[in-house]
């Protein structure tokens, strides 16, 4: 095996440390004001242990997922729901987006960056009851590798191993320092599961089986109303006793029996649900609600940008396969305009493809094609393009009002003389059409933020929109095998600014994430990417 070194990288290593084992662990909290960067600040407070409290949260949300297999899903309920709830990972991300241990003790990169190994964490019991192994290790990350095709570009050929019973690793062909960030905080979290689970598969493809090893376990899905976990008594926790959270890492005390994420696809119904007490949490307030409830003392907000939109263009057939028809789109659009129509105000402008909380991955290239609205220079470029009237068809779900920013976009792209066809669905039949290149020229959606760019899912090849374009992917390749990370952000630099003219996707801004709960409900985690609860309870 070749020699590890034990050097530490902000924002991809983390300093390798040993976390307490399932012996000994007591409460320790997160808060809902936490300190993260992307986070409104505040002091966060230790669970108390001798306290008792209410038996369930009813937490109010908007969207159904697809599947609860994070594997090979990357809508953003599932993962709100799941990660680190009922499944946990390798590493974390801590509070300073560094990627840190969770199901292993430590972890050790090679001088050259190419082989990673991680010492695992004994005596983890999976809900099943099970032991975890290092072969249910192997078999969830190279199950997470072949589901998700932004690990797969990055780690090419290699993939996990069993050194011994106690140690996996994974060998690289090319530097692969950007991985254990990536592990910790992809929009498809390399959940780990056993190894029975992975091969019990539905004819999608998903998990038939949610077998975790977080502080709470799956129980029941009632189809459009609601997914119910228990906790676990046996789960084996790690971290310090009345020690608070650090990001997403530390000890999960699950003092909430029950959580009922109910589902509640009218934004209006849940803002009066949680007004009236039926709910004590509630996900994507509106923003025409959001002062009120802001205003209501019984009640606590949070307001912070959580991620990007994106309209992501087929590059696989279509009008919109054509570079010069990319342009003219993202010539013509007017972002304020699009953004208004869905967020009101709770979006902010900015050409950057990464969120404010990554500061060090900020970038201002290609910034002078962003936000044109400049409707006669897309017209020339039509003209010259040889455009020839075909209709551009918009996919969009109804959900959170990302319909109306394509009504505006269909305004303004009419006024250019390309006709527009709407098709409004819901987002679990978004999921499902986005799959055929037929059945759009482009579709908008969102992103939650991530630690590292090579987290962007629109950047791989098999991504629906199908960017396969080779100068993309060439300074894709030059960021995520680079052997630093100055040179990954100039690499990124590149790739930022090449991504405005090639046009993957367009990036008009940047969402808020807005929520409310109940004034007694006390430690929600808000670190990245909406509520967590490991922590989260109402005292009685």
């Not at 300093?15 to 662990?25: D, I, M, R, T």
């Not at 209501?296 to 991620?307: A, E, F, I, Y």
């Given at each position: 095996?070749?020699?590890?070194?034990?050097?530490?990288?902000?924002?991809?290593?983390?300093?390798?440390?040993?976390?307490?084992?399932?012996?000994?662990?007591?409460?320790?909290?997160?808060?809902?004001?936490?300190?993260?960067?992307?986070?409104?600040?505040?002091?966060?407070?230790?669970?108390?242990?001798?306290?008792?409290?209410?038996?369930?949260?009813?937490?109010?949300?908007?969207?159904?997922?697809?599947?609860?297999?994070?594997?090979?899903?990357?809508?953003?309920?599932?993962?709100?729901?799941?990660?680190?709830?009922?499944?946990?990972?390798?590493?974390?991300?801590?509070s300073n987006a560094e990627a840190v241990p969770e199901l292993c003790e430590s972890f050790d990169v090679s001088d050259d960056g190419t082989t990673i190994v991680f010492t695992l964490r004994e005596g983890v019991k999976f809900h099943d009851?099970?032991?975890?192994?290092?072969?249910?290790?192997?078999?969830?990350?190279?199950?997470?590798?072949?589901?998700?095709?932004?690990?797969?570009?990055?780690?090419?050929?290699a993939r996990f191993e069993k050194v011994d019973d106690k140690t996996v690793q994974i060998v690289g062909s090319s530097p692969l320092i950007l991985l254990p960030a990536m592990i910790a905080g992809s929009a498809q979290p390399a959940a780990?599961?056993?190894?029975?689970?992975?091969?019990?598969?539905?004819?999608?493809?998903?998990?038939?089986?949610?077998?975790?090893?977080?502080?709470?376990?799956?129980?029941?899905?009632?189809?459009?109303?609601?997914?119910?976990?228990?906790?676990?008594?046996?789960?084996?926790?790690?971290?310090?006793?009345?020690?608070?959270?650090?990001?997403?890492?530390?000890?999960?005390?699950?003092?909430?029996?029950?959580?009922?994420?109910?589902?509640?696809?009218?934004?209006?119904?849940?803002?009066?649900?949680?007004?009236?007490?039926?709910?004590?949490?509630?996900?994507?307030?509106?923003?025409?609600?959001?002062?009120?409830?802001?205003?209501?003392?019984?009640?606590?907000?949070?307001?912070?940008?959580?991620?990007?939109?994106?309209?992501?263009?087929?590059?696989?057939?279509?009008?919109?396969?054509?570079?010069?028809?990319?342009?003219?789109?993202?010539?013509?659009?007017?972002?304020?305009?699009?953004?208004?129509?869905?967020?009101?105000?709770?979006?902010?402008?900015?050409?950057?493809?990464?969120?404010?909380?990554?500061?060090?991955?900020?970038?201002?290239?290609?910034?002078?094609?962003?936000?044109?609205?400049?409707?006669?220079?897309?017209?020339?470029?039509?003209?010259?393009?040889?455009?020839?009237?075909?209709?551009?068809?918009?996919?969009?779900?109804?959900?959170?009002?990302?319909?109306?920013?394509?009504?505006?976009?269909?305004?303004?792209?009419?006024?250019?003389?390309?006709?527009?066809?709407?098709?409004?669905?819901?987002?679990?039949?978004?999921?499902?059409?986005?799959?055929?290149?037929?059945?759009?020229?482009?579709?908008?959606?969102?992103?939650?933020?991530?630690?590292?760019?090579?987290?962007?899912?629109?950047?791989?090849?098999?991504?629906?929109?199908?960017?396969?374009?080779?100068?993309?992917?060439?300074?894709?390749?030059?960021?995520?095998?680079?052997?630093?990370?100055?040179?990954?952000?100039?690499?990124?630099?590149?790739?930022?600014?090449?991504?405005?003219?090639?046009?993957?996707?367009?990036?008009?801004?940047?969402?808020?994430?807005?929520?409310?709960?109940?004034?007694?409900?006390?430690?929600?985690?808000?670190?990245?990417?909406?509520?967590?609860?490991?922590?989260?309870?109402?005292?009685?």
């Open positions: 095996m070749r020699k590890m070194g034990k050097n530490v990288v902000a924002l991809a290593m983390a300093v390798v440390f040993v976390l307490s084992g399932c012996a000994g662990a007591g409460k320790a909290s997160s808060s809902a004001d936490s300190t993260a960067a992307g986070t409104s600040g505040g002091t966060e407070a230790a669970v108390d242990p001798a306290a008792s409290y209410k038996e369930s949260l009813q937490i109010a949300v908007t969207q159904q997922a697809p599947s609860l297999d994070l594997h090979k899903n990357s809508s953003l309920i599932s993962r709100q729901m799941c990660d680190g709830t009922v499944w946990e990972k390798l590493v974390t991300l801590n009851g099970s032991i975890m192994t290092a072969d249910d290790v192997v078999v969830s990350m190279n199950r997470w590798i072949e589901g998700f095709s932004s690990a797969a570009a990055m780690v090419g050929d780990i599961t056993t190894a029975a689970a992975c091969g019990n598969e539905d004819d999608n493809g998903y998990l038939k089986d949610y077998i975790g090893t977080g502080p709470y376990k799956f129980v029941e899905w009632k189809q459009d109303q609601y997914v119910k976990f228990e906790r676990f008594d046996d789960y084996c926790a790690y971290g310090t006793e009345g020690q608070p959270m650090d990001g997403w890492s530390g000890y999960k005390g699950a003092p909430s029996k029950v959580l009922q994420y109910n589902i509640v696809p009218d934004q209006a119904t849940a803002t009066a649900g949680l007004e009236a007490g039926q709910y004590d949490v509630m996900f994507n307030v509106q923003d025409e609600d959001y002062a009120r409830l802001e205003s209501n003392p019984d009640l606590v907000t949070s307001k912070d940008q959580s991620g990007s939109v994106a309209f992501i263009f087929n590059h696989k057939s279509g009008i919109a396969s054509n570079q010069y028809f990319r342009n003219a789109v993202n010539t013509a659009i007017d972002c304020d305009a699009v953004l208004m129509a869905a967020y009101g105000s709770a979006y902010e402008l900015g050409s950057g493809y990464m969120d404010a909380g990554q500061v060090f991955w900020q970038s201002d290239a290609g910034s002078e094609l962003y936000n044109q609205k400049n409707p006669e220079k897309a017209k020339q470029i039509l003209a010259e393009g040889g455009y020839k009237g075909e209709t551009f068809k918009i996919l969009v779900a109804s959900l959170n009002r990302m319909d109306s920013m394509a009504i505006v976009m269909k305004s303004e792209l009419e006024a250019i003389g390309i006709p527009v066809e709407l098709s409004i669905v819901d987002w679990a039949t978004l999921i499902d059409y986005r799959k055929d290149p037929a059945n759009f020229d482009m579709y908008i959606t969102s992103f939650a933020e991530v630690p590292v760019p090579s987290l962007k899912l629109y950047f791989g090849k098999d991504y629906p929109g199908w960017s396969d374009d080779a100068k993309l992917t060439e300074l894709f390749n030059n960021m995520t095998s680079a052997t630093n990370l100055d040179d990954a952000k100039k690499a990124w630099d590149e790739l930022q600014g090449y991504s405005w003219e090639y046009l993957p996707i367009i990036c008009p801004g940047h969402y808020m994430g807005m929520f409310a709960w109940k004034k007694d409900v006390s430690n929600i985690n808000m670190f990245s990417g909406g509520p967590k609860f490991w922590n989260a309870a109402i005292p009685e």
